[in-house]
């Protein structure tokens, strides 16, 4: 069975720790899984004005959406929350009222930060959201990564024995998670 997962970074920063965890964690997927980065930095503010009239962009997302098995948020903390962008692209994928591209698409949430308690406090206001848009969510295992020198190795994956082995099991467990809620 081929998988796709859709994989959205809600930083846009060139050297962000989330798309660095993002990169590594396509690497660390079976051959027959493929991590796909969604961009989202091009989508307008959301405006229901333009429902009717959807900007390119936002069909594009919505398009990889659908045609994705699965989604992977990986975010920051913003203010104790989740980033503006983030918000934004869930915001344009539920919408039309009616026409969700989210619903029914299985979730899973990580996140890394400098903190010792990762992304914690985002990853639950992400979780309210993508239930709120009738995403089933893994809730375990969770994934909190915090940034230690060596997480990331030169050549993009994960650097740390340990938390490569944290991070491939909350993966496993994930792709689990999607082949029984696809099959």
Request: proline share 4%; glycine share 8%; charged share 20%.
């Amino acid at each position: 069975m081929s998988i796709r997962i859709a994989v959205f970074v809600g930083s846009l920063r060139k050297d962000s720790l989330n798309r660095k965890l993002a990169l590594a964690l396509a690497k660390m997927a079976p051959a027959e899984v493929k991590l796909e980065l969604v961009q989202i930095g091009d989508l307008p503010l959301y405006n229901q004005d333009d429902d009717a009239n959807q900007a390119d962009a936002v069909k594009r997302m919505k398009a990889e959406v659908k045609a994705a098995t699965g989604l992977i948020f990986v975010t920051p903390e913003y203010n104790r929350s989740i980033s503006g962008v983030l918000k934004n692209a869930l915001d344009h994928g539920s919408r039309p009222a009616g026409q969700s591209s989210w619903a029914g698409k299985p979730a899973g949430v990580m996140g890394v930060s400098s903190g010792a308690v990762g992304t914690l406090v985002a990853q639950q206001h992400l979780r309210n959201i993508v239930t709120g848009l009738d995403m089933p969510t893994l809730t375990k295992p969770d994934l909190f990564i915090q940034n230690k020198d060596g997480l990331f190795a030169a050549d993009g994956s994960i650097g740390l024995d340990d938390s490569r082995k944290v991070i491939q099991a909350w993966l496993d467990a994930y792709l689990a998670w999607v082949r029984k809620l696809s099959a």
